[in-house]
Every structure is written in structure tokens, then in C-alpha cells.
């Protein structure tokens, strides 16, 4: 069965940098785009950015440019999402999200990573 | 601030049909489709309606989506307590390039 699983909560400092991981499993990895959204405490959805696996090629948010970072490894059928100088405002549940086109976020979800910043 | 505009809330008892609307603009829903996602407290969300008014297997018929002009709308008909939930719908956005979400609509059962 298609699931996406991702690493565990992470705590982290003003200013530090965290990299989360998404493990994808049950389909052909690169059929499947990848999105990013994040969802501060008592929010909405934000969208974060989207890697094409095929290739490593991403899209940002423009609020985000500059500080945030996909990659991903086929060998492993694995995307991560780093997001460096972070800040109070930073405090989310980091989802990662398929999607079949260039759009949005479709089918399947990961179960979601708390990063939570605070000194 | 999001460029699509839900109502913040929405009720209704069991057994009826409630709609939530999200409206948009030109360069949004205007021009692209509309997915609806539903978040149970506590869990990831979950695709409700994509393309406007298509829903993925193992979703009831109860849930149908519309698209006209810059707005959009979720039907939920034959209202269940177990649809108490957050509603957010999603569209790509030309002038930021990426999908933008709602800020959702908190669905109360009475």
C-alpha cells in the first residue's frame, strides 16, 4: 500500500537548521511529485515548496526562497525537506504530500513531523 | 493572510446539507481547479474533492464539489458527527507560481 513516512519530532534553537525526511513506499517513487506544507500550531496550510523526483527539481514558496531546501535520493525512494535560521514562527507539523501533477497536493499524505523551535 | 477566503465556521445538525464556500480571484480559482481537504483533529489531511468535483475512491457520495467563476463550493449532504473536521480547499496561484490553501473552515456538528 502507498505510504509516506516521516522522521520523527525535532527540537531546535533560534538559528539552527533541521532536515526532515519522507519515505515513500508502495509506488513508483518517480511517478510522483512531492509537496511541502506546514501547519503552525492552531493554523492553516501553508505550502512550502514541491521536488519533482525525477531530476531533484524544486519550486519554493517566495516566502521561504533562500531558506528552505529539497532533495531527494532514489536509491532510497526518500525526499527531505531542510529549512535553515529558524525562528520562533518556524514551530509547525511538516507534512510532505504527493501529487501526480505539477499542482497540488493530492492523495496521500505523511503522518507529519513537529519541529518545534525555542530556546 | 490567504488569497482564498473561507468562512471561518460553519454547523449544522445531523442529516443536513451544509456548504462551504471559498472564494478567490483571476488568477486562481479563475483559471485553475480546486481541491478540498478534510483534517480530523489530530491527523494529516485528507484529499476530499480534486479537480472541482471529483472524488477519490472511498470517499461518500454525500461529499460533491463545484467550481464557477472565482468561487468554489463543498457540498456535505446527510450531515454525520464524524464530519466534524476542518474544511480547507487549495488552488495553484499564477501570480505566486504554487498552490495556495484557504485558511479553513471549522466544521461543528450540533
Known amino acids: 500500500q502507498v505510504q509516506l513516512v516521516q522522521s520523527g519530532a525535532e527540537v531546535k534553537k533560534p538559528g539552527a537548521s533541521v532536515k526532515v525526511s519522507c519515505k515513500a513506499s508502495?509506488?513508483?517513487?518517480?511517478?510522483?511529485?512531492i509537496h511541502w506544507v506546514r501547519q503552525a500550531p492552531g493554523q492553516g496550510l501553508e505550502w512550502m515548496g514541491i521536488?519533482?523526483?525525477?531530476?531533484?527539481?524544486?519550486s519554493y514558496s517566495p516566502k521561504l526562497q533562500g531558506r528552505v531546501t529539497m532533495t531527494r535520493d532514489t536509491s532510497t525512494s526518500t525526499v527531505y525537506m531542510e529549512l535553515s535560521s529558524l525562528r520562533s514562527e518556524d514551530t509547525a507539523i511538516y507534512y510532505c504530500a504527493r501529487g501526480v501533477e505539477y499542482n497540488l497536493p493530492e492523495d496521500y499524505w505523511g503522518q507529519g513531523t513537529l519541529v518545534t523551535v525555542s530556546s | 493572510q490567504s488569497v482564498l477566503t473561507h468562512p471561518p465556521s460553519a454547523s449544522g445538525t445531523p442529516g443536513q446539507r451544509v456548504t462551504i464556500s471559498c472564494s478567490g480571484s483571476s488568477s486562481s480559482i479563475g483559471s485553475n481547479y480546486v481541491n478540498w481537504y478534510q483534517q480530523l483533529p489530530g491527523t494529516a489531511p485528507k484529499l476530499l474533492i480534486y479537480?472541482?468535483?471529483q472524488r477519490p475512491s472511498g470517499v461518500p457520495g454525500r461529499f460533491s464539489g463545484s467550481k464557477s467563476g472565482t468561487s468554489a463550493s463543498l457540498v456535505i449532504g446527510g450531515l454525520r458527527s464524524e464530519d466534524e473536521a476542518d474544511y480547507y480547499c487549495?488552488?495553484?496561484?499564477?501570480?505566486?507560481?504554487?498552490?495556495?490553501f484557504g485558511g479553513g473552515t471549522k466544521l461543528t456538528v450540533l
Open positions: 487549495a488552488v495553484w496561484d499564477d501570480t505566486v507560481s504554487g498552490p495556495v
Open positions: 521536488i519533482n523526483p525525477i531530476g531533484g527539481t524544486t
Open positions: 479537480k472541482n468535483n
Open positions: 508502495g509506488y513508483t517513487f518517480t511517478n510522483y511529485f
